[in-house]
Every structure is written in C-alpha cells, then in structure tokens.
C-alpha cells in the first residue's frame, strides 16, 4: 500500500512538474521575446526567494564624487562616516579579531591606537628623532652599493633589494616569502567567509592551512618581538637616539578590554 502510494505520488509530482513547463513555454511563444533567463524550478525557486528576503539583508553604498560633500562626510561627520563593514571570518582571524588600524572598527580601541601612531610615530614634533635611524639606514645602503659595485664585473647591482636590507636586514626575505604565500591563498579561502561555522568542517582543510600561516607568522614575528623587549629592559629611554614604535604598543593599556596587548596582536 506504502509503495502504490509513494509512485502515485511520484507520478503526480513528474506530470504537474512537466505541465507548468510547457505553460510556461507556451506563455513565453505568446508574449514579446525576451532575452533568454535562467530555467525556473517550480516550488524551489520560489522558497530560495523566500529564504533570501527573509535571511538576507540590503546593504546600502555610498558613492562621493565630490570634494565639498568628501569634506563634509570625512571631517564635519567624521564620527558618523567612521564605521566599517563587518570583517569577514578569515580577515578577523588574521587579524586576532581585528587589533590593528586597517580593519578594526570604529570603536575606543581604534582611536587609542590611532592616537598612538599619530602622536609618538606621525607627528612633525617627532621627525628630528628618527635623524639617526635615517642616517644608520643610509650609510647600510652605500656600504653595501660599494662592496657589490666593486665585486661585480659589470657593476650589476638590485637597489630593491639593498634598500629593503638597510631597513629590514636579513629578516625582510622570511616576511616578504610569507605574505606573498598568504596573497596568493586569499582567493582560496574566499569561501571560508561563508557560514563559517559550517566551513570549519566542510572545508577543514582549508582552514588548517589558515591556521598553518597564521601560526607561521608568530613564529616569525613573535621572536623579534621578545628580543626588542628583552633589548629594551634595563634601558633608559632618554639613552634610544629615537623611539621605535613597537615600544609604544609595549605600554599601551586598552582600556575596552582593560589590559595590555599580548606579542602575538603585536
């Protein structure tokens, strides 16, 4: 009885299905041609719909080609304009839940940090300062143009790479090889922003190599981070000839999550 029931019900879906096909071709033949769209599948078609208006949301844009209306939105509104979209799953994980300028939210924690860069790093009081490191990260670079140029037959040198030295040292090829293997990975974890919840199992994979290339970059970064602290105990300030600006995030208390930022945010 169950099995005579359950085909009846399957012939009934196949012959309703194939008769509102043909209406809709044959309303189609009647009315003006129109450029071909998408097959419609009744029923499904018709609840993603549904499921769109009712989970989704609109997402208003704001485009500014003019500079009055630029000047009022980013200085007289600054605090209304200030915000930013939500980040992404991925972005937030790379970012230890966005603790830095570029992709954190307006919030007391950006304007700390902002404050932070301006007044001890982009301030005009503190150019004088940073004299010396200009003058140390100039004369690596002539030493080092000198001792190429005098070793190479046809003087062949690469200034990139000499600049990058005098101001990274050796560890600006770790860092440089790291972030191009996490940029070219960006379009690979695209996906991992939908339902992430769900995408930590479906593509568990993916999300491991996430992990992989975040835990590379503590590996990285967190060793230069203790030793400048190390460095820095038992020193004076007045005795820096300037102010390095992980220094400055060292005491820097956030007064949202009332503690200081540990190495792997810094």
């Known amino acids: 009885m169950e099995a005579s029931f359950f085909a009846l019900f399957i012939t009934f879906i196949f ?17 003006h041609q129109l450029p071909p769209g998408p097959p419609t599948i009744p029923f499904f078609g018709n609840l993603l719909w549904m499921l769109i208006k009712s989970f989704s949301r609109s997402k208003p844009l704001i485009v500014i080609a003019n500079h009055s209306v630029a000047y009022q939105a980013l ?6 304009f200030a915000g930013r979209p939500q980040a992404m799953a991925t972005d937030k994980f790379l970012s230890c839940e966005q603790h830095n300028i570029s992709s954190a939210f307006y919030s007391p924690t950006w304007l700390q940090l902002r404050r932070n860069l301006t007044y001890n790093i982009l301030h005009t009081s503190r150019i004088k300062s940073f004299a010396c490191a200009r003058k140390w990260a100039l004369d690596a670079l002539i030493n080092r143009l000198k001792s190429h140029s005098s070793s190479y037959e046809y003087h062949y040198t690469e200034i990139r790479e000499h600049i990058q030295h005098a101001l990274y040292n ?5 860092i440089k090889d790291l972030q191009r293997r996490l940029q070219l990975s960006f379009d690979e974890f695209k996906v991992l922003n939908l339902f992430p919840s769900l995408g930590k199992f479906v593509f568990h994979k993916r999300w491991e190599k996430l992990r992989q290339l975040r835990q590379d970059q503590e590996k990285l970064m967190v060793p ?5 602290k190390a460095m820095r105990e038992g020193k004076n300030e007045k005795d820096e000839p300037f102010l390095p600006y992980v220094d400055t995030l060292f005491d820097l208390q956030l007064k949202e ?10």
Do not use: G, H, M, P
Request: hydrophobic share 35%.
């Open 15 to 31: 012959f309703t299905t194939r008769f509102v096909v043909a209406l809709n071709r044959y309303t189609k033949k009647r009315s």
């Open 75 to 80: 200085i007289d509104n600054s605090v209304i």
């Open 170 to 174: 050796k560890k600006i090829q770790e």
């Open 224 to 228: 230069l981070i203790k030793a400048r």
């Open 257 to 266: 999550e009332n503690r200081k930022l540990e190495e792997r945010k810094l």
